[in-house]
Every structure is written in structure tokens, then in C-alpha cells.
């Protein structure tokens, strides 16, 4: 499972504060984070068993995230941070963004969780290979050699023709890891010029419209259980939301990022809790491989990025 590309700390501190470095909370925090999207990707799976419409709870998820940021955009630089200069680059945004989180979703509803968990981990390796298309970044050795470990992982977790999972779902994530990849090449673009939560708020304003429309269609009354279910999916998204948001403020990504890949031990624990399985043996052993390649990567691209010492000249 993809965690949403995560902005960077300076991002989404207000500038007049300068926020303490707690990393035991932060990592607690992305732990909770974690958890949290697993848990509404499994309401998401529950839901589409009672008749939900993936586009309905992509619809409500959005709703409560655009709610979410009116006060946190007030609580940090006001309201003046959601002013743009980008509108067309965030209309793009929100049509990849919004194809990416519609892929993530319906992959859930088609694949066992965990499964579905292991397959979105790919997001870093994938954007590594778009930077390379998209932005000809240069890529060495070492992380190439991350690529192809990661795509041995997933081979191994669907092993194709084997019919353990069923293969549109497993097309259905692929194109989602894809797909959301792209959107932090955007994002990274966007953050050339933009706070995070500017973009975080119009991707889910923007992003109202193509989903009310596609509800005029899809839209439809449900028990009071289903609409349980539906709050349960926003009020986790939000919580997970906050939750990123809160552990970047007390720690670096490349601390609490690491954090992130706990959501296989939880996709586990609720798949057996609630569907009574477990994964199946070949996602234990590609997973860590997918898992290994992307902490590598990111490791490689935070050692890069650091500016080199300079040598200090004897007096």
C-alpha cells in the first residue's frame, strides 16, 4: 500500500515556528498513520461488499480531506498559504492525483489486503524510473540495482500464472503504483513553488467536482451500517492525513518513512481478523524484497541529496 506522497517538513511547519525534534513521537506518530490507511483501505474493501461504488468513497474521502485543510491552513500561515499562481499545474495534479487514488482504491476491492499493500510499496521505485523519464534525472548503479530487486518482489508476490490473486486486480495496483508515482513527480514539481498544504487543498477542492458529477451517477442510499462504514473511511483518511502531516513536523521523512512499511504487519493482522486469511507465503518472501529496494532508494536519494563537507582549511 502507497502511502500519499509525503510533503516535506519545511512544508508544512509554519515558518514562525520551529517545532522541537521529537523522533520517538514522530515515528509513534507515523505508525498511527500507518494504521490508519490500512484501516480505510479495509473499509473500502468492506464497503464495496455492501454495494458502494469505489467513486463514492473516493467522493467522501475528498470531501472530508477539503474540510480537514480549511483549519489547518488557519492554524499555520492563514488562509492567504491556499492563494495559487499554478491553477493549470494543479487541474493536472488533480487529474492524475484523482486517477491514482480511484486505481488504489478499486485495487483494494479486487485483492486480498495484504497483497494489495505489498504492490503499492513499488511507489518509490517506480518514481524513481518516471524521474528518470520525466525529469532526466540521473539514476546510478546502485539504485538500478534497487529497481530490479523490487521488481523480482513483485513478480514473486504475484507470480503470474499461478492464480493465487486475481490478475485484473493485480493490473489494477500495478497502474495505481504507476499512477500515484507520477503524482510525486508532480508534487515534487509543484513544491518548487508551493506549500504543501496549497496542494493538498486544491486537489481536494478541484477534485470535488469530476467526483460530484461521476455521483449524480454512481450515488445511492445505503443502511445505516454502509453510511458507518462510509464515515469510517473518511474519518481514517483524515486521521492518517493529520497523522503524516504531525510526524514530519518532529522528525525528517527519512526518519519516520521507514515507519510506513508497518502497514503489511497491519494488512495481515485485519485480513486474518476479518476475511480469516492470511497472506499467502510468497508475498512474505517478495514483499521484503520490494520493501528493501524502496528503504534503499530513499536512503540513496537523502545521502545524495546532502551537500558535501566542506574541508575545513588548517590555520
Given at each position: 500500500m502507497a502511502l500519499p506522497p509525503s510533503p516535506s517538513a519545511s512544508e508544512t511547519v509554519p515558518r514562525s515556528e520551529a517545532p522541537a525534534h521529537r523522533p520517538l513521537f514522530a515515528i509513534l506518530t507515523r505508525l498511527v498513520a500507518a494504521l490508519c490507511l490500512t484501516a480505510m483501505f479495509a473499509c473500502v474493501k468492506i464497503a464495496s461488499t455492501r454495494g458502494v461504488h469505489v467513486l463514492e468513497s473516493v467522493f467522501y474521502r475528498q470531501l472530508t480531506g477539503l474540510a480537514l485543510m480549511i483549519p489547518i491552513a488557519f492554524a499555520g500561515a492563514g488562509i492567504a498559504v491556499l492563494k495559487t499562481s499554478r491553477p493549470w499545474t494543479h487541474a493536472a495534479r488533480m487529474v492524475v492525483g484523482l486517477t491514482g487514488m480511484t486505481l488504489n482504491f478499486l485495487s483494494f476491492t479486487l485483492l486480498p489486503i495484504a497483497e494489495a499493500t505489498a504492490i503499492g510499496f513499488m511507489v518509490p521505485i517506480v518514481a524513481t524510473l518516471l524521474s528518470v523519464i520525466l525529469l532526466s534525472e540521473a539514476v546510478g548503479l546502485h539504485r538500478w540495482a534497487a529497481i530490479a530487486l523490487g521488481l523480482v518482489g513483485v513478480v514473486i508476490v504475484i507470480q503470474p500464472g499461478d492464480g493465487h490473486i486475481p490478475l485484473n486486480g493485480a493490473l489494477v495496483a500495478l497502474a495505481g503504483v504507476g499512477v500515484t508515482a507520477w503524482v510525486s513527480i508532480l508534487i515534487r514539481k509543484l513544491g518548487e513553488?508551493?506549500?504543501?498544504?496549497?496542494?493538498?487543498?486544491?486537489?481536494?477542492?478541484?477534485?470535488?467536482?469530476?467526483?460530484?458529477?461521476?455521483?449524480?451517477?454512481?450515488?445511492?442510499?445505503?443502511?445505516?451500517?454502509?453510511?458507518g462504514i462510509i464515515a469510517l473511511i473518511s474519518v481514517f483518511g483524515a486521521a492518517a492525513q493529520l497523522a503524516i502531516?504531525?510526524?514530519?513536523?518532529?522528525?525528517?521523512?527519512?526518519?519516520?518513512?521507514?515507519?510506513?512499511?508497518?502497514?503489511?504487519?497491519?494488512?495481515?493482522?485485519?485480513?486474518?481478523?476479518?476475511?480469516?486469511?492470511w497472506p499467502v507465503q510468497a508475498t512474505w518472501f517478495g514483499a521484503p524484497l520490494i520493501i528493501g529496494s524502496g528503504l534503499y532508494i530513499v536512503w540513496r536519494e537523502h545521502r545524495l541529496s546532502r551537500p558535501p563537507r566542506q574541508s575545513v582549511q588548517p590555520t
Open positions: 513553488t508551493e506549500k504543501s498544504v496549497t496542494t493538498m487543498f486544491w486537489f481536494s477542492l478541484t477534485s470535488l467536482f469530476p467526483l460530484g458529477i461521476a455521483m449524480l451517477f454512481v450515488g445511492q442510499a445505503h443502511d445505516l451500517g454502509t453510511w502531516t504531525s510526524s514530519l513536523r518532529f522528525a525528517p521523512i527519512s526518519v519516520v518513512l521507514p515507519m510506513d512499511y508497518s502497514s503489511l504487519i497491519w494488512a495481515a493482522l485485519i485480513g486474518y481478523l476479518i476475511w480469516d486469511r
